[in-house]
């Protein structure tokens, strides 16, 4: 007996702004929200104006230029979630999908995102939640 | 060069109403939030009336009784994420933190929820992100 399924993707490569953006990404969620055939609760999602970078010996932080900052946004769904963050500095995005709902929605939430977001390489994590080891 | 930490956190045998509560876990985000050092961009949080039990041969949804329903909560965190879902007819709660923050704090967030939240049993994954494999 579970509860859902956790899917992680880490984009690499999101090169641009277009997907560093609140408001990109709250259609975006909305276009998931039709995909997976998933009830919305909630939408909100957070602009980053600017950010230093904070790793050590990058060229930024060392002569204190602001960056651009990235997105993050949040669809609180019925007995679902699905979270956003961006790093436009280093050109990475991750998404987290977790669905209690039918397994053929989830292949076609996730085959979308992986359509829609520009990227040149990627990794996906899979878990079965609420399954006791 | 990673952005963060995702920790998800399945407990077991949360019986009893309290950690099901939608208005419980929005005083609890804002508990993890101090502990953590975090800084809160917003909270939302949704109470299911009920739902019924659909797990197949589960005497309820033979009988067609509803079952009180669970919660789901989220706080929007300055690059970081909380999430929260909770299934009482399974006395199962998941809680997903996701954070950029330093290690040391969400050793503190970990630790405060797993004393909080009575559990018979729990499972514990730590996936570092935004890492190439």
Redesign the interface.
Known sequence: ?T??V?V?L?F?GVQGLEFHQADIWEELLDAVIEIGQLTK??I???Q?SSRLSS?EGDDASEIGIDLTG?A?A?A?L????I?V?T?PE?D?V?V?V?TCGAETNLSAIINFLIEQIPHT?M?I?R?V?????
Chains 1, 2 share one sequence.
């Open positions: 007996m509860v859902g956790s992680l880490d690499f609760l909630h909100s999602s957070h980053f790793k990235g993050t949040y609180l019925a007995e679902s979630h979270s963050h790093w280093k990475k991750v987290d977790f390489n990794t994590t878990l939640r609420g399954k006791k080891e």
